[in-house]
């Protein structure tokens, strides 16, 4: 299973462009799936899933 944006938008709560200036600037959020043209496919949801705990843990400090 790949998530897509509108999924990962919708899990995260965060806009297409900031999930892709996120990406962009080498945070800490999880990359892409890419396709060989090195088009977004789409994301792994075990990542994000990872990424979202990982955010909600440090909300919780």
């Given at each position: 299973?790949?998530?897509?944006?509108?999924a990962?938008s919708?899990?995260t709560?965060?806009?297409r462009?900031?999930?892709?200036?996120?990406?962009q600037?080498?945070?800490?959020f999880?990359?892409?799936?890419l396709d060989?043209r090195?088009?977004?496919?789409?994301?792994?949801?075990?990542?994000?899933?990872c990424?979202?705990?990982?955010?909600?843990?440090e909300?919780?400090r």
């Amino acid at each position: 299973m790949i998530l897509s944006y509108q999924a990962v938008s919708k899990i995260t709560g965060l806009s297409r462009s900031t999930i892709y200036r996120r990406w962009q600037s080498a945070t800490d959020f999880p990359a892409p799936i890419l396709d060989e043209r090195g088009r977004v496919v789409g994301w792994n949801p075990v990542t994000i899933e990872c990424w979202v705990k990982a955010r909600m843990e440090e909300r919780s400090r």
